[in-house]
């Protein structure tokens, strides 16, 4: 059974930081695009960022590039999202979500639970 | 980026209703398209995908149609485990858009 199982998320004040994970199981990690998915209280979803299966590649929305940086660790099947100078408007829970292959590339068949990330004085 | 546009953004409806919901693309995605159902509190859930493919395990009256710029998501007929807030999201090119989400009240 496939599992994504995101961490880390909690209150943080302006202009500070926060790393989340996410921990894949249930299936071959190191083939999957990955990506995390955002969603600001009671609004809807944003895609943040994906990374290739071997991290060479990465893509970011436009209001998170230089802030928000995606990895992989392959060798413990996980995803993580380093958060730097976090603003208000990154108030949302996150979600890991793992990418199709092939012909059903960037659509998200599988999600995490999410974790919340509260940016606030 | 390609801008995704869902209607209408809220209805009511009944149990047994047939419901249709709509999504447009800024540009042509071709069949890129896929449609998410959200209840509170929890993940979405992949309903359909490549506009028409229905996901492993979705009842058989979820149903999408379209290609090009517009889509349609239908439910046959409703029942009270659909209530629920529905996305499209197009995963024809980065960045990944989601429409912003039509929500299906009990009438």
């Known amino acids: 059974e496939v599992q994504l199982v995101e961490s880390g998320g909690g209150l943080v004040q302006p202009g500070g930081s926060l790393r989340l994970s996410c921990a894949a199981s249930?299936?071959?990690?190191?083939?999957?695009?990955m990506s995390w998915v955002r969603q600001a209280p009671g609004k809807g979803l944003e895609w943040v960022a994906n990374?290739?299966?071997?991290?060479?590649?990465?893509n970011y929305v436009d209001s998170v590039k230089g802030r928000l940086t995606i990895s992989r660790d392959n060798a413990k099947n996980s995803l993580y999202l380093q958060m730097n100078s976090l603003r208000a408007e990154d108030t949302a829970v996150y979600y890991c979500?793992?990418?199709?292959?092939?012909?059903?590339?960037?659509?998200?068949?599988?999600w995490g639970q999410g974790t919340l990330v509260t940016v606030s004085p | 980026d390609i801008q995704m546009t869902q209607s209408p953004s809220s209805l009511s409806a009944s149990v047994g209703d047939r419901l249709t919901i709509t999504c447009r693309a800024s540009q042509t995605i071709s069949n890129y398209l896929n449609w998410y159902q959200q209840k509170p509190g929890k993940a979405p859930k992949l309903l359909i995908y490549a506009a028409s493919s229905l996901q492993t395990g979705v009842p058989s009256s979820f149903s999408g149609s379209g290609s090009g710029t517009d889509f349609t998501l239908t439910i046959s007929s409703l029942q009270p485990e659909d209530f629920a807030t529905y996305y499209c999201q197009q995963s024809y090119s980065t960045p990944r858009t989601f429409g912003q989400g039509t929500t299906v009240e009990i009438k």
């Open positions: 979500a793992r990418e199709g292959l092939g012909a059903v590339a960037g659509t998200f068949g599988h």
């Open positions: 990374i290739k299966q071997d991290g060479s590649e990465k």
């Open positions: 249930g299936f071959t990690f190191r083939i999957y695009w």
